[in-house]
């Protein structure tokens, strides 16, 4: 009789123990907490800030967090590292600057007279090329900055990852790629402003502009939680680990490459695109590779593959680097290097990976001592049952 | 009588050495096929080519009766033949349990597997190929914690869930203790009862314990083939392979 009660127990314990499976929520606890707070702490700014240069920090913040989450979706998750995504990011931007310049150009005549961008003027060109004429549009350049880069990474995905290009080579490639847009809106500065830069466009930094951009964040952390917690998120996090594996179990590596690279190139094209109108400066820096490697930085250091992590490692470095860099002028580069090669040494997950990380750890030794618990009160119970039935025995004679 | 795969001429060229050479080799269905061959005998790049790594330089392959030559892993794999690696190949971070969902035969497409969600059916398969291997405690655990010969057995797991026509086993027992190794030989004895099996193997123990027949290879050639016994009483392969070892 004891050891058939014994076995149910047994086998609850066991059952419990087998069958259940451990998924992070859409949204921890401690993130809806703690997203809430600074989602209101951002939102309200215009009702209890009144420093003009803090609110357009935040925005600027906004954007540049998103386009970190662009390179967690493809580095943290896929294991892709682009050191070119600015080049998405850049295009969006340029598209809306174009478009703003253009339009301000027609209420603002140049010193000459003309209602062409000075740029334009400067070199020569006496109305607006044909070719850009769309962009005058603002809701067509809103498209074209959302998807030529999209496109672009489409093109880029289909040429290298295709032909099984990855790790070292498609970060040397994307680096190149950016390079070469760099040179491009260099050289032919007569449509791009060249080395100055697109200016003097006026900027829309505004308390609703603010919240627009802060919904367009929120919605992209939720539609990257989404994915990554969706089958092919999980796909995707295999492939990082282990591309062979992924492939000789029946996935097309490289179509999974090309669409994760897609979105989170749109994702960069969105939050440029947000930028050139926040900002009113967009320059050939915004494309090129030092700006992609920061993004990477703010990445690592808030933790990669966790998309929480380049929310908090942007607003991180670049919150420090509004207080520091004043003091530490040019020293404060080396400092990000240095907190670079740190993070990669001592937390490779970032600061959120090391928190979730420590939480997993915690959760699976809770559950390893309950189960501990459980089996010593079965024990326990055994030795009660064993001991009470060899009494009597004990006695009888 | 069609076999389930048909190897046809096979030659492998690697920067002017000759790996395989003209290489005859077919299994029928639901066979236990034990691949046999000295260190460098072709038979881990014979598994290599089945599976689409790399292209052969002449011959062809067919499988169910089409030919598959040149195609990509991915569809290979999708027409049923599965692979285990010499050294458990696992997705180090994901969890034991995910390591089994992503292998679980059904949908691979990216725009599929974005909505796909985990049916009971699909769960409950998953925990079938866990505690068919044995891994089911550890479920939660991620797969880089595991020990060696659990490893080997996860990736077991993964193939077992993809569900392949085709299962080719690489050396499954590698690095395992002997009770490892016992237990593994039982595993793939139950997973050939419902499957085609090529296994590649080194531990006579266990040949002895689970080949029906045999197939030797020596320098990229067939050397000999049959049952263990037939096998072990050629003269030709105990002289290049055998002979070293006198059995018991």
Sequence with gaps: ?397 | MASLLDVKGLTVKVSGYTILENLDFSIEENELRVLLGPNGAGKTTLICMITGQYKPYAGSISFAGQDITGWPPDAIFQKGIGRKFQVPNLFETLSVFDNVMVSLKGRRKVFSTLFQTLSAEDSDRIWEALEFVGLADKANEPADTLSHGERQWLELAMLIASDPKLLLLDEPTTGMSEEGKRRTAELIERIARSRTVLLVEHDMHIVRQIAKRVTVLHQGQRLAEGTLAEVMNNPAVREVYLGKRRPQ
């Design chain 1, 1 to 397: 009789m004891a050891s058939a009660s014994g076995s149910v127990l047994a086998k609850t314990i066991a059952n419990r123990s087998k069958r259940t499976i451990y998924r992070t929520p859409l949204i921890p606890r401690p993130v809806l907490v703690g997203g809430l707070f600074v989602i209101a702490l951002i939102g309200a700014y215009p009702y209890y800030g009144t420093n003009a240069y803090v609110l357009s920090l935040l925005g600027k913040f906004l954007c540049y967090a998103i386009f970190a989450l662009s390179i967690d979706l493809i580095w943290g998750f896929t294991g892709i590292l682009s050191l070119g995504q600015a080049v998405y990011f850049g295009l969006g931007a340029y598209f809306i600057a174009l478009s703003l310049k253009l339009n301000y150009a027609l209420t603002h005549p140049t010193r000459y007279g003309g209602k062409i961008p000075d740029f334009m003027e400067w070199n020569g060109l006496t109305s607006v090329p044909h070719f850009m004429q769309p962009l005058m549009n603002l809701k067509t350049a809103v498209v074209c900055a959302l998807i030529v880069p999209t496109l672009l990474a489409l093109l880029f995905g289909v040429i290298t990852f295709k032909r099984h290009i990855y790790g070292v080579y498609c970060a040397v490639i994307t680096l190149a790629e950016s390079l070469i847009l760099q040179e491009f809106i260099i050289e032919y500065q007569a449509y791009t402003g060249g080395f100055n830069g697109i200016t003097d466009y006026s900027n829309y930094v505004s308390p609703r502009f603010l919240w627009f951009i802060l919904a367009v964040a929120i919605i992209f952390f939720l539609g990257a939680r989404l994915l990554t917690h969706s089958k092919a998120g999980t796909v995707l996090k295999s492939i990082r680990d282990n591309d062979l594996r992924a492939e000789f179990l029946g996935y097309n590596v490289a179509n999974y490459r090309i669409f994760v690279f897609c979105v989170s190139s749109f994702m960069a094209a969105a939050a440029g695109a947000m930028y050139a109108a926040w900002v009113g400066l967009v320059s050939f820096l915004d494309t090129g590779p030092v700006f992609s490697i920061e993004a990477v930085i703010w990445t690592a250091v808030g933790g990669r593959g966790t998309i929480v992590g380049p929310f908090v490692g942007t607003f991180l470095v670049k919150g420090a680097e509004f207080f520091l860099s004043g003091v530490l002028a040019e020293w404060w580069q080396i400092l990000v290097g240095g907190l670079f090669i740190f993070v990669v040494l001592a937390m490779p997950d970032g600061i959120v990976g090391a928190v979730a990380r420590w939480g997993a750890r915690r959760r699976l030794a809770l559950d390893n001592i309950a189960r501990k618990d459980e089996l010593k009160k079965y024990y326990f119970q055994l030795r009660l049952r064993s001991e009470r039935s060899a009494q009597p025995e004990k006695e009888a004679p």
